[in-house]
């Protein structure tokens, strides 16, 4: 039972952290400002929370969900002049449309992995 448990928080985990990843790739990719890109919820744990660059990263106390904040996504938000032309809501269609997409994307290509990984792994079952 225990380790059932301790195996869906693994999977959980690892794949919500691909699908965060995808977020965060694409986000700077696309040249837009992320704050924070976080796994987890709840307090962070601050011997795992970090800045590298401009980009704060952190895994917080419960390993279910995850975001990555990305600058001007929420349109009430206040933009430094700074910042103008690497906010979410500056950029073109295409692009918020690839930083929105890719959570999804990564999911499907983490799922493709694995499900040919069993495959090499084990082989193919072979009927009689």
């Known amino acids: 039972m ?3 448990l301790l195996s869906l ?3 959980l985990g690892v794949l919500i952290f691909v699908h965060e990843l995808g977020h965060f790739l694409a986000a700077k990719w696309a040249g837009i400002y992320v704050h924070r890109f976080s796994v987890g919820m709840g307090t962070p744990v601050k011997a795992l929370t970090f800045r590298r660059g401009e980009t704060e990263y952190g ?4 390993p279910f ?3 990555v904040r990305i600058l001007g996504m929420n349109s ?3 933009v430094d002049p700074a910042d103008a032309g690497r906010a ?7 692009q918020k449309s690839v930083a929105v ?5 990564m999911n499907f290509l983490i799922a493709y992995v694995m499900f040919f990984g069993v495959i090499v792994a084990e082989g193919v079952p072979q009927t009689t």
């Not at 895994?59 to 419960?62: H, Q």
């Open 59 to 62: 895994v917080k106390a419960l």
């Open 2 to 4: 225990l380790l059932t």
């Open 65 to 67: 969900g995850g975001y």
């Open 101 to 105: 997409l890719s959570g999804v994307a």
């Open 88 to 94: 979410y809501r500056d950029k073109k269609f295409w």
């Open 76 to 78: 009430l938000e206040d």
């Open 9 to 11: 928080l693994v999977v």
